[in-house]
C-alpha cells in the first residue's frame, strides 16, 4: 500500500521528523484557508497528490503568491492528469527556502534479505537516476536488523558523500526516527527526497514517501482510514475477488493463471507483434462468479480488441475452467470482442468437449493461440 | 539420486486439518510420498486418515523421526510455523503459504543463516523428485523420472516447461519451486550447487523473471564454480518499470533486475536463454544429444 505524499508527512511528523507547515485541500474554501494560515498570506507551494514519481516534471507542483493565483493554481492542478493519473488532492505547504538537498531512503534489499539504507548528497532526482549518473553519490549501507542504523555509519558516510559536518547530529536523528518508521510500519519503503537543508540550516522533509507490505497490513489497525481508501482501489479489490490485475494498455486482453505463466503469456503477445492489455490472473480462484469479474473488467479497458484465454492447469482443473468460462461468458452476453482460448493439463479433454458443445474452438498449441489473438487484434 | 528430498524423506504436514493443509495431505500420500505425521497445536493424540497427529513439530520429529515438513497454515501465523520447524531441527522445510509479512522473513532469514535448515518458499507450489517424493501442491502427470534438474521462481510456467520436457522424454531428478516471494529462503545460487553435486542430475533449468538480483549473481557463480549443462528461460520482458506482477518477486526497482540485465547476465556466461517456454525442450534436447 503506497501512502500519498500528505499521508507520511502525518506520521513523519508524528514521529518528530521536520515537515513544512501544510494542509491537504479538496475544495476551493480549503486553499483559501491554507494560503492565508500556511503561506501567511505571502506565497504556498500547491503539489498533487499522486502516486507516481517524476511529479516536479510533470507540472504537479507550482507555487502561488496570491490567493487569487492559489485557487486557478488549485483550479488548473486538478484538472490536469499526471502521468496518466488524475488528482483529487492538493497539498498546500508553505514555501521552504533551500540551501541544499539530500536524499534518504530505506528499502530492503533482496540480495542481503536485509533493510538497506540509501544516502545521496544530490536529492530532489530520483534515485535511479542518482544511481545511474552519478554512483559515487549514492552510499548504500546494509543495516543488520539486529542494530538498526548506527551513528558511526551515517557520519561515515557524510564523510563519503562530502556533506557538511555542520547538520551531522540533524541528520543522525532524522534517519534513526525514518528507521524506527521503516520498521514500525512494516514499510517496503521509507524515503524523504529532498530532505532539505533551509537557508537558515535546518533539515527538513520536503517530500515524504511511505509503503507499507500489504501482507502485513493487518498488523496495523491505526491505518484503517487508508486501509479503507486502498480496499477502494480498483486493482485491490479484483484482488480481493481472485483476480490478480494490472493494467497495461494494449489491444490484446489477457485471462491467465498464476503469475509466471500470466507474465510469460504477456511476453509472447509482445513478441508476435501483439500488445498485451493487461495482467490478469485467475488462478486464486477459478469459478463462473471470478471469471465473469475477469472477462467484464478486460472488456471494460480501452482498446482491447481480442481475448486471449491461457492456462496451464495443474490442480485447476480445465473441466472447471471451461464450465466457468461458459457460465461467466453466458451471464455477461453478447460480447462481441473475439476470443482465442488453450487450456492445457488436469481433465483437459472434459473441458475441450464443453467448449466446443458451445462454440468455442479451443487450441492446444500456446503459440497457436497467441498468434491468433494477435492477429484478431490487429 | 536427487537432491534435498527422496524415497527416504519422512515428511509431517504442518497445518493437516486445514482445508488446503487436508486436501494436499490426501493427495501427496497418494502421490506416493511417505506422510508420517501431522502437526496441529491442540490436535495431538487425533489423528488424520491414519496419520498420527502431535501438538508440536519437535515431538513429531522426536517420535516420528521426521526429516522433512510441509506448511499450510494461514499467513498471520506462517513464519511462526517456520520458525518451530527451524527449531525442531526439521532439515528440509516447504512453506506453500502466501502472504507472509515481508519483515518477519528478514528475521527469518537471519535465522537460517545459522542453522542447516533449507526452507524452500514461501509462496512455493512446493518441490517433487518424480516417482519418490512429492512435497507441494502440483499435479503429477506433468513430471516423470529423469536427469534434469529444474528451479523456478514461478509454479504456472513450472508446469508449462516440465511438461514439454516430459512429453520429449526428458525427465526431471529434482524440480524446486523456489517461491515467488520478494524474500525466500532459498534463491538460485543456494541450490545449484546442490544440483552440480548430484550425480543424477545432468541439465539444470532456470526459470526466472523480473526483479531481484538473483539471476545475476547465480550466472556469475556458474561461470566460476560449475560444469553441468544450464539452461534459463525469463519472464516479463514485456512488463512495465516499478508494476508489480502478482509475484510480489517480479518488480523491477531502482534500475536494477530488469529482463536485459538478466538476459545479458546468462548470455555473458555461456547460458543459453530460452525465448518461449517451449524452446527450453529444444535447447534440452540440443545440449543432451
Known sequence: ?378 | MSILVDKNTRLIVQGITGRQGSFHARRMKQDGTNIVAGVVPGKGGQDFEGIEIFDTALEARLVKDANASIIFVPPKIASESITEAIDAGIKVVVCITDGIPVHEMIEIKERLSKEETWLIGPNTPGMITPEEAKLGIMAIHAFKRGHIGIATRSGSLTYEIAYELTRAGLGQSTVVGLGGDYIKGTDFIDIIPLFEKDPDTHLIVMVGEIGGTDEERTAKYIKEHCSKAYIAYLAGSSAPPDQQMGHAGAIVSQGRGTFKSKVEAFEKVGIPVAKYPREVKDIALRLLK
Open chain 1, 1 to 378: 500500500m503506497k501512502l500519498y505524499e500528505y499521508q507520511a508527512k502525518k506520521y513523519f511528523g508524528e514521529n518528530q521528523i521536520p515537515i513544512p507547515n501544510g494542509m491537504v485541500c479538496s475544495t476551493e474554501n480549503e486553499v483559501k484557508d491554507a494560503f492565508t494560515h500556511v503561506g501567511k498570506g505571502k506565497e504556498v507551494v500547491l503539489k498533487s497528490q499522486v502516486l507516481v514519481g517524476g511529479r516536479g516534471k510533470s507540472g504537479g507542483i507550482k507555487i502561488a503568491k496570491s490567493i487569487e493565483e492559489t485557487v486557478s493554481t488549485f483550479k488548473g492542478l486538478l484538472s490536469q492528469k499526471i502521468k496518466g493519473l488524475p488528482v483529487s488532492k492538493v497539498l498546500v505547504e508553505e514555501k521552504i527556502e533551500i540551501k541544499c538537498e539530500y536524499y534518504v531512503g530505506i528499502t530492503i534489499d533482496p540480495t542481503a534479505s536485509k533493510p538497506i539504507l540509501l544516502m545521496s548528497s544530490k536529492g530532489g532526482m530520483e534515485v535511479e537516476t542518482i544511481a545511474k549518473e552519478s554512483p559515487s553519490a549514492l552510499y548504500q549501507y546494509i543495516v543488520n536488523p539486529r542494530y538498526g542504523v548506527p551513528s558511526y555509519q551515517i557520519l561515515k558516510a557524510m564523510g563519503e558523500l562530502n556533506i557538511s559536518r555542520g547538520i551531522s547530529n540533524q541528520l543522525i536523528d532524522v534517519i534513526k526516527k525514518l528507521y524506527k518508521i521503516f520498521c514500525g510500519f512494516d514499510a517496503t519503503l521509507t524515503e524523504i527526497n529532498p530532505l532539505a537543508e533551509s537557508s537558515n540550516g535546518k533539515l527538513i522533509a520536503v517530500d515524504a514517501r511511505l509503503n507499507i507490505d500489504n501482507n502485513a497490513l493487518f498488523k496495523h489497525p491505526e491505518l484503517e482510514e487508508l486501509k479503507k481508501e486502498f480496499a477502494e482501489n480498483k486493482e485491490t479489490y479484483l484482488k480481493g475477488k481472485g483476480v490478480d490485475f494490472v493494467y497495461v494498455g494494449g489491444n490484446v486482453g489477457l485471462i491467465c493463471a498464476g503469475a509466471g505463466m500470466t507474465m510469460a503469456t504477456m511476453d509472447l503477445v509482445n513478441a508476435m507483434g501483439g500488445k498485451p492489455a493487461c495482467f490478469c490472473d485467475v488462478s486464486a480462484g477459478i469459478n463462473p462468479q471470478s471469471m465473469e469479474l475477469a472477462i467484464k473488467t478486460v472488456l471494460s479497458l480501452n482498446g482491447v480488441k481480442s481475448i486471449l484465454v491461457n492456462m496451464f492447469g495443474g490442480l485447476t482443473r480445465m473441466d472447471e475452467v471451461a464450465k466457468s468460462f461458459v457460465a461467466a461468458w453466458q451471464n455477461i452476453g453478447g460480447i462481441s470482442l473475439p476470443v482465442a482460448i488453450r487450456l492445457e493439463g488436469t481433465n483437459v479433454e472434459e473441458g475441450r468437449r464443453i467448449m466446443k458443445e458451445h462454440g468455442f474452438e479451443m487450441f492446444t498449441n500456446l503459440y497457436d493461440a497467441v498468434k491468433k489473438a494477435v492477429d484478431l487484434g490487429a
